[in-house]
């Protein structure tokens, strides 16, 4: 079975390549290997089991490119169903003692404008 020219796996071999993985992480975890190393050796047996069924060798990274390909792709349908979520942004530094001065001062115009009256001068 040729591989395409992304890397990634003939069609007829993924959904053998994802059930193998998933079977190849609770064999690890059965080992008692948790975290990366769970991740690793899931991906070297996924790699070793898909190279005996295509009868070419099936690299970790041809394995890894169909996961992460199908994580997105689940990750897309499930944010289909939600509204949208928009990241807070945060300052990347805490403002300086300049910045903080200028913002009152910009804060404190804008209040004095709006007090002031069609001909611009601040009613008492």
């Not at 070419?56 to 169903?81: C, D, F, K, Q, S």
């Not at 115009?109 to 009256?117: I, P």
């Amino acid at each position: 079975m040729p591989t395409s020219p992304h890397g990634t796996p003939d069609r007829g071999l993924k959904p053998f390549i994802l059930a193998i993985h998933r079977e190849a992480l609770d064999t690890a975890a059965a080992k008692g290997l948790t975290g990366t190393l769970a991740q690793v050796a899931a991906l070297q047996d996924t790699a070793s089991l898909a190279s005996a069924r295509a009868g070419r060798p099936v690299t970790e990274e041809e394995v890894m490119r169909l996961l992460l390909r199908e994580r997105r792709a689940r990750n897309i349908h499930e944010a289909a169903g939600t509204a949208p979520v928009t990241p807070i942004r945060k300052p990347a530094a805490a403002p300086s003692r300049f910045h903080l001065g200028r913002w009152r001062s910009v804060a404190m115009g804008m209040a004095r404008s709006a007090s002031a009256g069609p001909a611009g001068k601040a009613r008492l």
